[in-house]
């Protein structure tokens, strides 16, 4: 299994970007899929999920911000991301699964004020 992240790169606050994971060898539409992000310092937290069934869960910090979709078509996750904001500034990462689970090689988001 492989997953190829892309998207990040820099932006002001306020700005958007999204971010994009194709998955290999492996069909999104049966796997959990999360989006993870770790700012220099801290550890990795979860940022969006979504679950086979469609069900999405978002941290607290980015409700109303991020949206977390599928096009299974493409065998692709996005993450879109408005209203960003410095401290969003991290390495954003995607993950299949929740057992057996596999890590995309992250993609940098810096947030300027």
């Known amino acids: 299994v492989q997953l190829q992240a892309s998207g990040g790169g820099l932006v002001q606050a306020g700005g958007s970007l999204r971010l994009s994971c194709t998955a290999s060898r492996t069909s999104i539409r049966s796997s959990y899929m999360g989006w993870y992000r770790q700012a220099p310092g801290k550890q990795r937290e979860l940022v969006a999920s979504?679950?086979?069934?469609?069900?999405?869960h978002y941290a607290d910090s980015v409700k109303g911000r991020f949206t977390i979709s599928r096009d299974n078509a493409k065998n692709t996750v996005y993450l879109q991301m408005n209203s960003l904001k410095p401290e969003d500034t991290a390495v954003y990462y995607c993950?299949?699964?929740?057992?057996?689970?596999?890590w995309g090689q992250g993609t940098l988001v810096t947030v300027s004020s």
């Open positions: 993950r299949a699964g929740l057992y057996r689970i596999y």
């Open positions: 979504l679950g086979t069934g469609g069900n999405t």
